[in-house]
């Protein structure tokens, strides 16, 4: 058992910690693995290439947060998996269950962060990779942990599922697994024989792990660890929904999700999937939520290259010793599967997102993380927006939803970049349920003052125009771009309270209005002239946003198509547009030569 060290911030830097891990004088297989994907030791696609820097971030200014790195408790999930469980089927029976490098990141994360009050930090995981990569084995390894190791009383595992029989596809796993283990073996008690075991005791600690379907869930389930398996095949969010309604009082809950890619994006995997993603790339910051998303990078074809292979199929690298096919799936069975979805088109869409993680009826967001982040600087003083023009655009909500406010200011000689502020309000009665629901941090950004949360269940427009009327005296606003949705409302409120706002004008939401704006944000986007303040709500906008084509090319923002809210980044795109109409500044010839006099 590896002694605990000291916290990674007690170095001169992160990088003098992940030197000591890479040289071997310090054993952090989660870190060393973050380290080494990063340097391209390891292959990985950009999602998992993501967790691996979020995991270096938050080693070195996590503590900030109060996130604590626990090495030891790292050591003794690993240790578990290493020493006490066995692997079972085919060439694999009966071998203890080394973990390869990407499976121990998994287990350490999931164990070795917690927050400072000593319990568990990641609440929910997903882990997304190709069929065949050993995540069913990982998850009933950590079912068994948190029955037998976590130190939780009377701990409730489940294996969960849509349907009994597909949860007991994985809760067999474990059964089999405890029959390899004679560790496990001696010390858990089966109900049921043979295939019909449905039951694992464990008297030590009077806990249980047993499999559960949304039709069993009215018992009302209070999961220490809810392994939910194939979550692209639920149609709803029954199940999960129903597992994390049971964790609200249990310490440190583990909800652990393993999926292949699915086909549908409406569907709750792809919600998971999205948001992992965001996570992931830190576009959205919520340190109870894991995820290993697995998948080929833009532009990868697995049809043609193999090298692209191990991206979606982590295991494959990870082969042991001697093996030339890799590790599972194995290449000889892929090259199998693409042999025969060329010749058997219908089995393609399969094959690609079965075997290399794609999505293949998924939309792509319109704005990268790489290109949003890539503009991001640290929030200016207003002291360098004075004397210079902007333009505002205004996205009014209906009763509960975002209402959205953004600046653009020109650029200047001394600060020659587009400057961008914004602002968000939402009904503060239910915060939280809308959080719950929305899946993003509202009472975070709330108290961090990116977000303002007005009184009452609906939202107060009449709080939101005076607000905007102190907003607009404090600069040189030269338009503020509106969508006529709703519009008539705040009219009518400035005719009552003799309150008015600088030259209002209507925006277009169609292709006609928003195509020009949306090129020209895009453009300057990836030319680096704008530069954001890193607001994450105006970020969370900008991860959602997902763009329409007519036939000429002319594009819009396509609401109904987001994974999350916009309304952020329709108010900046109409800004931008605005403020694309107006010619730029020129000096004038009396400040260039001053004034002649005669």
Not at 45 to 61: Q, S
Not at 128 to 154: C, F, I, N, V, W
Not at 480 to 490: H, K, N, S, T
Request: hydrophobic share 40%.
């Amino acid at each position: 058992m590896s002694k605990q060290i000291p916290q990674p911030s007690i170095f001169e830097g992160i990088q003098a910690y992940v030197d000591a891990v890479t040289c071997g004088e310090i054993d952090d297989p989660v870190t060393l693995f973050a380290a080494k994907t990063l340097r391209g030791d390891y292959v990985a696609g950009l999602h998992v290439r993501d967790a691996c820097a979020r995991h270096l971030r938050d080693l070195e200014h996590g503590a900030d947060r109060g996130l604590v790195w626990d090495l030891q408790a790292v050591h003794r999930a690993i240790g578990y998996f290493r020493e006490v469980l066995c692997l079972n089927g085919g060439e694999y029976e009966g071998e203890p269950f080394n973990p390869n490098p990407w499976q121990c990141f998994v287990i350490g994360s999931l164990h070795g962060w917690r927050a400072r009050d000593g319990y568990r930090r990641f609440r929910v995981a997903y882990v997304e990779t190709a069929k065949g990569s050993g995540k069913s084995p990982l998850a009933a390894g950590m079912g068994l942990y948190g029955l037998t190791a976590d130190g939780e009383a009377r701990a409730e595992v489940y294996a969960a599922a849509t349907k009994k029989d597909q949860a007991m596809i994985l809760f067999r796993d474990a059964v089999a697994m405890v029959d390899q283990s004679p560790l496990l073996n001696d010390r858990i008690e089966k109900s049921g024989r043979g295939e019909k075991v449905w039951n694992l005791a464990y008297p030590a600690a009077g806990s249980f792990f047993r499999p559960i379907s949304a039709d069993d869930g009215q018992s009302g389930p209070r999961p220490h660890t809810a392994l939910l398996d194939e979550i692209h095949e639920h149609k709803s969010r029954t199940v999960v929904e129903m597992m994390r309604a049971g964790t609200k009082n249990r310490r440190q809950a583990l909800i652990f999700m393993i999926t292949n890619s699915g086909v549908n994006k409406t569907s709750v995997c792809w919600e998971y999937h999205e948001y992992g993603c965001r996570v992931s790339a830190g576009l959205v910051e919520d340190d109870s939520f894991f995820a290993f998303i697995c998948g080929i990078d833009e532009g990868d074809d697995p049809f043609k290259d193999e090298s692209c292979w191990p991206k979606a199929n982590p295991s494959l690298q990870f082969g042991r010793e001697g093996e030339e096919n890799g590790g599972v799936p194995g290449y000889k069975y892929l090259r199998e599967q693409v042999t025969e979805a060329k010749g058997m088109p219908g089995k393609e869409s399969t094959v690609r997102r079965l075997n290399f993680c794609q999505w293949v009826e998924a939309a792509s967001p319109w704005i990268g993380a790489d290109v949003w982040l890539g503009c991001k600087d640290d929030p200016v003083d207003d002291a360098l927006l004075e004397d210079r023009r902007a333009w505002g655009g205004l996205d009014l909500s209906s009763t509960q939803d975002l209402t959205a406010f953004t600046l653009i200011f020109e650029p200047v000689e001394h600060d020659p970049f587009w400057r961008t502020r914004a602002w968000f309000w939402l009904p503060g009665d239910g915060l939280h349920e809308k959080a719950e629901r929305d899946r993003v941090p509202y009472l975070a950004w709330r108290d961090a003052g990116h977000l303002i949360a007005l009184p009452g269940r609906a939202i107060n427009k009449l709080a939101v125009l005076h607000q905007l009327h102190q907003i607009a005296g404090l600069y040189d606003i030269q338009g503020i771009a509106y969508d006529r949705w709703r519009i008539e409302d705040l009219n009518s409120l400035m005719g009552n309270e003799g309150v008015s706002l600088p030259n209002l004008e209507p925006f277009g939401q169609g292709f006609k209005d928003m195509g020009p704006a949306i090129d020209e944000l895009e453009r300057r986007l990836l030319d680096r002239e704008l530069k954001h303040e890193g607001n994450p709500v105006l970020t969370w906008c900008a991860a959602n946003a997902i763009t329409n084509s007519d036939p000429a090319g002319n594009r819009k923002i396509a609401k109904d198509k987001a994974t999350g809210r916009v309304d952020g980044i329709v108010a900046l795109t109409m800004a931008t547009g605005l403020a694309s109409r107006e010619p730029a500044k020129e000096e004038s010839v009396y400040e260039q030569r001053g004034v002649l006099l005669f």
